[in-house]
């Protein structure tokens, strides 16, 4: 199956920096690139999604980039704010598997 | 809401008993995911079925089984459990059987295992 690599597994920021987290995975034949969003004691949420036929989207201050020739994709987050705060998981969609999450905290 | 219900929300049970978690995908999907989330841990993929036939195998352990049935509603039979089993048990659904839309999770099962 697929294996998808996350980094990193913390990451805390003040509010009102940028936040990154990378994801690596291995099948070049997995075209949909997910984000979810968990807050504590809740269910994953999508917050963005990229398909394989695109290297960029943005959706206001969220943004994934794909660069499938190196296999790897990113969240970028800018202007982080306290509600920011929780676990993100990412996923090469081939076989549902997720990445094993970041924890990020945004100190106001 | 995501449309995916999952009951029950909590489940105490003994070491050794069996329980069965039920999850009822969106109107539509005909995938159905099951997770299990250990405490501060990952969604560890167990198992998915596509319209009653099971589609992709994960880390699920030969103690625990699931079915999709007709209706598309799916079962997680977990027998024989250990303290080790307790989690947050997650399904999610989404409408095909390939893996490039979007999953919509339920709110999960809590199990405790005492």
């Known amino acids: 199956g697929e294996n998808v690599e996350q980094h990193p597994s913390t990451l805390s920021v003040q509010e009102g920096d940028s936040a990154v987290i990378k994801c690596t995975y291995s099948d070049s034949a997995s075209n949909y690139f997910p984000w979810y969003k968990q807050e504590l004691g809740k269910r994953p949420q999508l917050i963005i999604d990229i398909r394989s036929n695109v290297g960029e989207k943005k959706d206001q201050r969220i943004a994934v980039t794909l660069n499938k020739t190196a296999k790897h994709f990113s969240l970028h987050i800018t202007e982080t704010q306290p509600e920011d705060s929780a676990v993100y998981f990412c996923a090469a969609f081939l076989d549902m598997r997720f990445g094993a999450g970041t924890r990020l905290t945004v100190k106001p | 809401d995501s449309g995916v219900t999952q009951t029950p929300k909590h489940l105490i049970t003994a070491t050794g008993q069996r329980v069965t978690l039920r999850c009822s995908p969106r109107s539509g999907d005909l995938s159905v995911y099951w997770y299990q989330q250990s405490l501060d841990q990952g969604l560890q993929f167990l198992i998915q079925?596509?319209?009653?036939?099971?589609?992709a195998k994960g880390n699920i352990l030969e103690r625990f089984s699931a079915q999709q049935f007709p209706d598309l509603h799916s079962e997680l039979n977990l027998s024989s459990l250990e303290l080790g089993d307790s989690a947050l048990y997650f399904c999610?659904?989404?409408?095909?059987?390939?893996?490039?839309?979007?999953?919509?999770f339920g709110q999960g099962t809590r199990l405790t295992v005492v």
């Open positions: 999610a659904s989404s409408p095909s059987g390939q893996s490039n839309t979007e999953a919509f």
């Open positions: 079925y596509y319209n009653g036939e099971e589609r």
